[in-house]
């Protein structure tokens, strides 16, 4: 069962473009819906995060759009830079059973920014 | 602080050998993940610590140990190597349930031959 699915699978943008990345979920107990950004050869690092009390959050060029309803959160990148040119994932967040909290990956966006 | 740190790098196993994959964290968090990373894919939990102590099954636990006897330390065990187990290993820690972003290490890149 993929609980995860982002879209798309690679993504092209002219520098100064705006890059858009989706994310579907299954899980209605998902309470945290973060952004990760991961350059090669380095593991992933946060980007953005929201909690499902909003519907959008803006961290200077990177802001998250959240729709509860429709259990989709999507990443924005505007004027892209080719030093954005890495892989995305989104992971939303649950508790686990252990108490800790579960990060469910989706497969990853490869976003190469072009001069 | 250095955040999470993983050793060895690199490695290359036989199968049926076993290793331990060592991950250290200097920023006193309470919990620690390992995930896998195969490639086009997302990462995958195969185990994680509240504490030291305590440690429980993530998605994918098969073929796997861990221990925390420390705040700091969680070590992952391979303890008969299988092709299946070639991958990227991550560990990550966080400092609570309510404060959400997890820190991740460097990777530890494992072939199984």
């Known amino acids: 069962q993929q609980q995860v699915k982002q879209s798309p699978q690679s993504l092209i943008v002219q520098k100064g473009g705006i890059s858009i990345i989706n994310c579907a979920y299954e899980?209605?107990?998902?309470?945290?819906f973060p952004w990760y950004q991961q350059f090669p050869g380095k593991g992933p690092a946060l980007l953005i995060a929201?909690?499902?009390?909003?519907s959008e959050k803006k961290e200077g060029r990177f802001t998250i759009s959240f729709n509860k309803s429709a259990k989709q959160f999507s990443l924005h990148i505007m004027d892209s830079q080719p030093g954005d040119s890495a892989t995305y994932f989104c992971?939303?967040?649950?508790?686990?059973?252990?108490?800790?909290?579960?990060?469910?990956f989706g497969t990853g966006t490869q976003l190469k920014v072009e001069l | 602080n250095a955040g999470v740190t993983q050793t060895p790098k690199f490695r290359i196993l036989k199968i049926g050998q076993s290793m331990t994959l060592q991950c250290t964290q200097d920023?006193?968090?309470?919990?620690m993940y390992w995930y896998r990373q195969d490639p086009g894919m997302g990462l995958k939990l195969i185990y994680y610590?509240?504490?030291?102590?305590?440690?429980d099954k993530g998605e994918v636990p098969n073929g796997y140990n861990v221990s925390r006897s420390t705040t700091e330390d969680f070590p992952l065990r391979l303890e008969l190597a299988a092709p299946s187990q070639t991958s990227v290993y991550f560990c990550?820690?966080?400092?609570?349930?309510?404060?959400?972003?997890?820190?991740f290490g460097p990777g530890t890149r494992l072939t199984v031959l």
């Open positions: 990550a820690s966080s400092y609570s349930r309510t404060v959400n972003e997890q820190f």
């Open positions: 899980n209605t107990a998902f309470d945290y």
């Open positions: 929201i909690r499902p009390d909003v």
């Open positions: 992971a939303p967040g649950g508790i686990l059973t252990g108490g800790g909290n579960k990060l469910t």
């Open positions: 920023m006193n968090h309470n919990y």
């Open positions: 610590s509240v504490g030291a102590g305590i440690t």
